[in-house]
């Protein structure tokens, strides 16, 4: 079965960086689009960038759009979000994700806290 698993998170300070990783398993990882989503205390969850499957395209929201960066290493079935320049309102738990047909499928998400 497909198994996305998120680390990198933890606490940063305002203007730090942090960078996500999220390990995929049971997919043929390089036919699919990858994101990253986050979800802050009393929001819902958010689409934060998204990538191709072959690396080549790459969309943020706004917010984060100079300052975030997604990438992915298919020969280790592997997506990153480097994070620079963070932000207290970026402050949630950020969850990996793929859609594959009509599944969404989600890891356990990791952590990410900006705070002096």
């Known amino acids: 079965q497909v198994q996305l698993v998120e680390s990198g998170g933890g606490l940063a300070q305002p203007g730090g960086s942090l960078r996500l990783s999220c390990a995929a398993s049971?997919?043929?990882?390089?036919?699919?689009?990858m994101s990253w989503y986050r979800q802050a205390p009393g929001k819902e969850r958010d689409l934060v960038a998204v990538?191709?499957?072959?690396?080549?395209?790459?969309t943020y929201v706004d917010s984060v759009k100079g300052r975030f960066t997604i990438s992915r290493d298919n020969a280790k079935n592997t997506v990153y979000l480097q994070m620079n320049s963070l932000k207290p309102e970026d402050t949630a738990v950020y969850y990996c994700n793929v859609r594959i047909r009509y599944t969404y499928y989600w890891g356990q998400g990791t952590q990410v806290t900006v705070s002096s």
């Open positions: 049971g997919l043929t990882f390089s036919s699919y689009a």
């Open positions: 990538i191709n499957s072959v690396g080549g395209t790459t």
